[in-house]
């Protein structure tokens, strides 16, 4: 849905480069567009417009947090000046993955596919918040050894308690009790198909309805159209086999059912910006297989 994705800009999230950054920005200019290989936390604190991403355009509000994962493009289209606190940190430094059983929040706020909806904040939630980024902000002034240490168990605090904001807001809905049963059903579906299956005429004829009408309902209830869901699921299982096993390429796109390497490349290089191939070298250069944090840090963490 984004159209013209902008640049990616790789950040290496090492001592040499700063694996978390923070922006205070006034967002006024027709369109603002990021891209980066940071996971980033978009903190709306004044005014309205639009907010889009390959897969996702919506209005925002003041006071709503939105997560986008690393090489994620995204945009805002202002229809008011913005006011933006913008959180950015690489996995290099905090690997959702290694550490969701603690902070839960890969599925809540990173990686979610179903229900990608903002995080919306209270003011007492707001000053808690804003609270946590001040002290990474006051640490990051600092240079000792116990900085890297510090900003780190306060972006782990910080992301607990947007995770249970989240989790405990619940998702409108959009639609009778009877349709929730059929998201239910179509959830199952694509997690289940989404590999072999990557065609929406399959999922409505599962769901005995047609393509037009199953478009329709995800719209809907999803703010999806299918076929983004569908693509969504194969990008984060293609991203997770190109960090984690040491698979050629094409066997990646027969595993997921691509009808060759070239076209999954493409499907790959369209949606996060770079090759398959150069994803996984760059990130395996930056990440070389450990989290950057010190080893100290690294002990007491159970």
Same mark, same amino acid.
């Given at each position: 849905?984004?159209?013209?994705?902008?640049?990616?800009?790789?950040? $290496?999230?090492? !001592?040499? @480069?700063?694996?978390? +950054?923070?922006?205070?920005?006034? #967002?006024?200019?027709?369109?603002? /567009?990021?891209?980066?290989?940071?996971?980033?936390?978009?903190?709306?604190?004044?005014?309205?417009?639009?907010?889009?991403?390959?897969?996702?355009?919506?209005?925002?509000?003041?006071?709503?947090?939105?997560?986008?994962?690393?090489?994620?493009?995204?945009?805002?289209?202002?229809?008011?000046?913005?006011?933006?606190?913008?959180?950015?940190?690489?996995?290099?430094?905090?690997?959702?993955?290694?550490?969701?059983?603690?902070?839960?929040?890969?599925?809540?706020?990173?990686?979610?596919?179903?229900?990608?909806?903002?995080?919306?904040?209270?003011?007492?939630?707001?000053?808690?918040?804003?609270?946590?980024?001040?002290?990474?902000?006051?640490?990051?002034?600092?240079?000792?050894?116990?900085?890297?240490?510090?900003?780190?168990?306060?972006? $782990?605090?910080? !992301?607990? @308690?947007?995770?249970? +904001?989240?989790?405990?807001?619940? #998702?409108?809905?959009?639609?009778? /009790?009877?349709?929730?049963?059929?998201?239910?059903?179509?959830?199952?579906?694509?997690?289940?198909?989404?590999?072999?299956?990557?065609?929406?005429?399959?999922?409505?004829?599962?769901?005995?309805?047609?393509?037009?009408?199953?478009?329709?309902?995800?719209?809907?209830?999803?703010?999806?159209?299918?076929?983004?869901?569908?693509?969504?699921?194969?990008?984060?299982?293609?991203?997770?086999?190109?960090?984690?096993?040491?698979?050629?390429?094409?066997?990646?796109?027969?595993?997921?059912?691509?009808?060759?390497?070239?076209?999954?490349?493409?499907?790959?290089?369209?949606?996060?910006?770079?090759?398959?191939?150069?994803?996984?070298?760059?990130?395996?250069?930056?990440?070389?297989?450990?989290?950057?944090?010190?080893?100290?840090?690294?002990?007491?963490?159970?």
């Amino acid at each position: 849905m984004l159209t013209g994705i902008p640049p990616l800009r790789i950040y $290496k999230a090492c !001592l040499e @480069k700063d694996p978390l +950054l923070l922006h205070v920005m006034e #967002v006024s200019e027709k369109t603002w /567009k990021t891209h980066s290989n940071y996971l980033s936390i978009v903190w709306i604190k004044r005014g309205e417009g639009m907010i889009e991403t390959d897969f996702l355009r919506t209005k925002y509000f003041p006071d709503s947090i939105y997560c986008f994962n690393n090489y994620q493009a995204f945009s805002l289209f202002p229809q008011h000046t913005t006011s933006v606190e913008l959180l950015l940190f690489h996995p290099n430094f905090f690997c959702i993955e290694t550490y969701q059983h603690e902070v839960g929040c890969n599925g809540v706020l990173f990686n979610e596919v179903y229900h990608a909806t903002p995080v919306m904040v209270q003011q007492e939630d707001a000053d808690d918040l804003t609270q946590l980024l001040n002290n990474i902000r006051q640490e990051k002034d600092w240079e000792n050894a116990a900085t890297r240490e510090l900003v780190f168990s306060y972006l $782990k605090i910080f !992301l607990v @308690k947007l995770t249970r +904001l989240k989790t405990i807001q619940k #998702v409108p809905a959009a639609s009778p /009790k009877s349709v929730s049963v059929n998201a239910e059903r179509l959830v199952t579906l694509i997690n289940e198909n989404f590999i072999t299956q990557h065609k929406p005429s399959f999922y409505a004829n599962a769901m005995h309805l047609s393509v037009k009408a199953l478009g329709n309902y995800c719209r809907l209830y999803f703010k999806k159209s299918i076929s983004v869901l569908i693509n969504e699921k194969l990008l984060l299982k293609a991203k997770w086999e190109l960090l984690h096993t040491n698979n050629q390429v094409k066997s990646i796109a027969d595993s997921l059912c691509f009808k060759d390497e070239y076209y999954f490349s493409r499907f790959f290089k369209k949606h996060i910006g770079i090759s398959p191939k150069y994803f996984r070298e760059a990130e395996w250069q930056m990440r070389k297989g450990y989290l950057a944090i010190p080893e100290e840090m690294d002990k007491t963490i159970v």
